[in-house]
């Protein structure tokens, strides 16, 4: 009886630890269900906002199915990251907690072609060691080969002394010796030769590699997104950030059609730089102007805090936060700091004030974008004291020709973006990219320009309306007469609606000529008068008439001392009044004359004017400048 308890007790035991380890084995599996780590999930780059200095990458992440709390890895990432301008939006059901950029060593790049590259330059490694002991191998086969020269010779001087020579073996001797010394130099010269091969194509793998790896440390970086998840299917995320190396500038292709009645056809293009280490297959790419701003607040006005010096001395730039006034200014050349400018007798000029101003507000802001809040707003106020200097110290004459209200911006351009029609590609590497953004057709009104007094040449120009729906930003441009390249010239900022010229380089049915037909000086009362007499030739050898605007010019004196007259000008010169209210002030002569066909030789088209100049009779002209 007792020994059926004890094994009923037995058996109880055995079921109530069976039970045990079954509730430990749940909980330890709800405990591991409940610590599950990150998942890993695929991404691709679907869009790309690309700036003046950086880049905006947009990529699309698989989220898992399951309800709750995940934390999602996307990796690798890029090296280049502005690491505080990562963030993640959710769609329907996915809430998006938290993001984090975080980095760690790597052994090796995982890149495809990095990889097949680098195994390339490992087998030609190998290669070459194999040949380098072939090439040892010969020549140590060379080396025995002159030590058996040496024998045979000493073996033949010995037994031709005593008189036992076999010349038969003797000479098949000296023949094996021959051929295999010829073999071994020949078989040197191969391996020579295909050395030389194999190191030369593995000096450009090499280079090739470090054009790959080039700006990539060995570093993986990834991306850890915490998410809450309300819907159990599966879903997406945009993971967002910005590289900074990546670029593009505005160029242009613009062509002249066969004659003045066809359209001008401008070809708009970005040259786009990008070295971010990750390629852009197939994306929504856009080209911004505008500057990237991550700050959701303004900078902190301060106060400005103004210093008196002596009459008379040079102005001198607003003190750098930290210094004494004067003592430095941002510059270009140093964009992580300020330098010392060198003070000239007149000071600090106002295009000083105006380029530093430009660079500083890039600084600021990239400065705010990585949440040095406290530099950003040191150099957003230093900038502000820049231009308050300009108004408190420099007077209107100093701006004039510059412009009062183009002076902050600079004709930089509005902040304008251009989406693409078509998926994009952009692999990583370091040379500039061309895409094309845009054709536009113009109309021309074409014209010739001749400037004697400092060229012999007549050039082809048009002006042109922008009716295009782009504005155009500044940029280089390539003049094409059809398909003849006739040169380049700096294209401005063209607004939508705005006319502009552009050039077609010379024209060589058109010639001209300006000569001083008579000079003569007079006294009259206390002042010398002097007058000359100019003729201005225009030749055509074309079939048909075109318009030549011709442009000279009259001294122009720096005080009253001297007076400056045109007497007369045959034909009038142009009633242009965009002409007469700003060139004509500056003493330039222009005219707006038809050439007629074939005119030439007797038949060349005169233009004459007589100016005169009339200053004191002890004076003199003293020098002459460019302005």
Do not use: C
């Not at 010398?528 to 000279?552: G, H, M, N, P, T």
């Not at 009339?614 to 400048?625: H, M, R, V």
């Amino acid at each position: 009886m007792m020994q059926g308890k004890l094994k009923q007790a037995s058996q109880g035991l055995a079921l109530g630890a069976l039970f045990l380890l079954a509730l430990s084995a749940r909980s330890a599996g709800q405990e591991a269900k409940e610590e599950k780590g990150p998942i890993k999930a695929g991404s691709k780059i679907i869009a790309v906002t690309v700036y003046s200095d950086s880049a905006l990458v947009t990529r699309e992440v698989d989220v898992p199915a399951g309800k709750g709390p995940m934390e999602i890895v996307v990796s690798p990432m890029p090296n280049r990251i502005q690491q505080t301008s990562v963030f993640s939006e959710g769609t329907d059901g996915i809430r998006v907690l938290a993001t984090r950029y975080r980095s760690k060593p790597i052994k090796e790049d995982k890149r495809e072609e990095v990889r097949k590259t680098e195994e390339e330059v490992k087998k030609n490694q190998m290669e070459i060691q194999r040949i380098q002991a072939d090439i040892q191998e010969n020549t140590s086969g060379m080396t025995f080969l002159g030590k058996m020269e040496n024998f045979a010779s000493a073996s033949t001087v010995h037994a031709t002394e005593k008189g036992k020579l076999d010349a038969e073996n003797a000479i098949a001797l000296a023949k094996y010796l021959k051929e295999e010394r010829i073999t071994r130099v020949k078989e040197g010269v191969t391996l020579s030769q295909k050395m030389q091969q194999i190191q030369a194509q593995n000096d450009f793998l090499q280079r090739s590699l470090q054009e790959l790896t080039s700006g990539v440390s060995r570093v993986e970086t990834d991306a850890l997104i915490v998410i809450e998840k309300v819907n159990e299917a599966a879903g997406k995320l945009r993971l967002n950030y910005l590289v900074d190396t990546a670029n593009w500038r505005p160029q242009y292709k613009i062509r002249a059609g066969k004659d003045g009645k066809s359209p001008v056809k401008v070809e708009y293009l970005a040259g786009v730089f990008q070295q971010s280490g990750e390629d852009w297959n197939r994306v929504e790419l856009a080209l911004s102007t505008a500057q990237p701003m991550l700050n959701a607040t303004p900078p902190e006005l301060k106060g400005l805090a103004v210093t008196l010096v002596p009459k008379g001395a040079p102005n001198l730039p607003p003190g750098v936060p930290g210094q004494a006034a004067g003592k430095g200014m941002y510059s270009q050349s140093n964009p992580g700091g300020y330098i010392p400018v060198p003070q000239s007798a007149a000071g600090v000029s106002l295009d000083d004030i105006n380029e530093a101003t430009r660079t500083l507000r890039k600084q600021a802001q990239l400065d705010a974008n990585k949440k040095d809040e406290k530099r950003s707003n040191e150099i957003w106020n230093y900038v502000g004291n820049l231009e308050q200097a300009k108004d408190l110290i420099f007077t209107l004459d100093d701006h004039s020709g510059k412009g009062l209200a183009l002076a902050a911006s600079d004709r930089e351009g509005p902040s304008v973006a251009y989406r693409l029609d078509s998926k994009i590609s952009i692999p990583s590497r370091n040379d500039e990219q061309i895409l094309e953004v845009a054709r536009i057709d113009l109309t021309p009104d074409y014209f010739y320009k001749a400037v004697p007094v400092i060229s012999p040449h007549v050039y082809r120009q048009a002006v042109m309306v922008n009716k295009s729906k782009l504005v155009l930003l500044p940029g280089e441009a390539t003049m094409y007469n059809e398909t003849d390249f006739v040169g380049r010239m700096h294209l401005p900022l063209v607004a939508i609606g705005e006319s502009f010229t552009v050039g077609f380089g010379t024209e060589p049915q058109l010639q001209v000529q300006r000569q001083l037909v008579d000079k003569s000086r007079i006294m009259q009362g206390g002042n010398q008068l002097l007058k000359y007499d100019y003729r201005i030739l225009l030749s055509s050898f074309k079939q048909e008439a075109v318009k030549v605007q011709v442009w000279d010019r009259l001294p122009k004196g720096e005080s009253e001392a001297l007076g400056v007259t045109l007497v007369k000008a045959t034909p009038e010169v142009s009633a242009d009044p965009v002409y007469i209210r700003q060139e004509r002030q500056s003493n330039l002569l222009r005219w707006d004359v038809t050439l007629q066909p074939e005119s030439n030789l007797t038949k060349a088209m005169s233009i004459t004017y007589e100016f005169r100049l009339e200053l004191d009779k002890q004076l003199n002209i003293g020098s002459f400048q460019s302005k």
